[in-house]
């Protein structure tokens, strides 16, 4: 999928559909460094639902901050859905949010834990659910990174669709 063709999903929907819905939200963040809260940090007004988020690239942090498992990580390394589930859980968690999101994988230029470039893991935990999703995607390293924003708040506003 080249990077460019995710559907937008604009963040002001998603601050304007949480704020109606009274509810809050928390990133962890590897892949995307802290792009995703600062998508919604743009957008006035949320701070009514933008609780705090937490940029992981190390996976000590992943592991100290938001209670990805070492054995998932040394299993499964950082660029895994079960590891993405793991981290938006932490997000929620630790924020005391409705809804962690979180982004992990390859925005290159070299492959990583034996991972493709392109290849991205976004997930959702809720009190409810909690569900990872595999994406692939082509361009350059910036270009990725903007994808997986781009898809993590699709993702959100697919959840928020669900009449939560």
Not at 120 to 148: H, K, M, P, Y
Request: charged fraction near 20%; charge should be positive; proline fraction near 2%.
């Amino acid at each position: 999928m080249n990077a460019s063709s995710i559907q937008n999903v604009s963040a002001h929907d998603i601050v304007a559909q949480l704020k109606k819905k009274d509810l809050t939200i928390a990133t962890a963040e590897s892949l995307t460094a802290g792009m995703l809260s600062s998508t919604l940090a743009d957008v006035p007004g949320a701070s009514a639902v933008l609780q705090g988020g937490v940029v992981a690239y190390n996976n000590g942090i992943k592991h100290r901050l938001l209670g990805v498992s070492a054995d998932t990580l040394a299993a499964r390394g950082a660029v895994d859905a079960e590891t993405a589930k793991q981290m938006a859980k932490g997000a929620r968690d630790r924020f005391r949010a409705d809804v962690g999101i979180s982004t992990t994988g390859v925005a290159g230029p070299e492959p990583s834990e034996g991972k493709a470039v392109g290849i991205v893991f976004i997930a959702l935990s809720t009190a409810e659910q909690s569900t990872a999703r595999l994406l692939r995607f082509e361009g350059n390293r910036d270009q990725i990174r903007r994808a997986a924003v781009a898809a993590s708040l699709r993702l959100v506003g697919e959840w928020l669709a669900q009449d939560n």
